[in-house]
């Protein structure tokens, strides 16, 4: 059964309720959200209008036993493209997966459309090296500051994390909370290495920042 997560709530990943463990070789983090239906003027509704495209971003910073980011990675300029960071333990829209192989972001959604998880980052928990003490999850509004969009624009945000065999162990919902107003990044979530067993923490922790680097620099 989901255990539904509130704010600081904390449960042992490979603890279910139904017996036995959670299959914890892979586990999805999944990201979902949708955007809020805004009223039309009659023009509007007479000629149509153009969704605005929100999107929202998965990070994953892999921590060390004390709370930094042990490499950053090196920044790779792609054929006059944007950089790309390789090497490093900053998985985002720009560096997909983790050089270990055992940390993927599955792609970049730009508008929220969809059932279910919009993005996922995928983790091999089992298989990570030791020396990784904690995954954390951050979400933030791409360019949200010059958009001019917050999370209170935002329906059904939500994080999950499901495991090898798909059955949802935990999922935390960020909606109707007025906290969120006016900001364009968060800590999600985490998951922390604990008696040799795998934690996932609610945290929740909104931030004005659009920027997820400027929450990086804190892990640094």
């Known amino acids: 059964m989901t255990i539904n ?28 959200w949708d955007v809020k239906e805004q009223n039309k003027s009659f023009l509007g509704s007479l000629f149509g209008r153009r969704t605005e ?9 892999l921590l060390d036993a004390n709370d930094k980011v ?15 960071l390789e090497g490093g333990d900053i998985v985002f829209f720009n560096a997909l997966k983790h050089f270990s192989g055992h940390v993927w972001l599955t792609g970049d959604n730009r508008s929220g459309e969809g ?15 030791i020396k990784y003490q904690k995954i ?28 090898n065999r798909g059955t949802e162990i935990a999922k935390f919902s960020l909606s109707g909370n007025s906290d969120f107003n006016h900001t364009h990044s968060m800590i999600f979530a985490e998951i922390c290495r604990r008696a040799g067993s795998w934690e996932f923490r609610a945290i929740g922790e909104p931030r004005n920042t659009d920027n997820f680097v400027d929450i990086l620099s804190e892990y640094l």
């Open 5 to 32: 997560l509130h704010k600081g709530q904390t449960i042992d990943l490979r603890k279910n309720n139904a017996g036995g463990d959670y299959d914890l070789s892979t586990v999805t983090i999944g990201l979902g």
């Open 53 to 61: 495209e929100y999107d929202l971003d998965a990070v994953a910073f």
């Open 70 to 84: 042990i490499n950053k990675g090196e920044a790779v300029s792609m054929g006059g493209n944007p950089s790309q």
């Open 115 to 129: 059932e279910g998880d919009d993005e996922q980052i995928i983790v091999q928990l089992d298989q990570l090296d």
């Open 136 to 163: 954390v999850f951050i979400v933030a509004i791409y360019q949200g500051e010059k958009r001019k969009q917050h999370f209170g624009m935002v329906d059904n945000a939500f994080i999950r994390a499901v495991d």
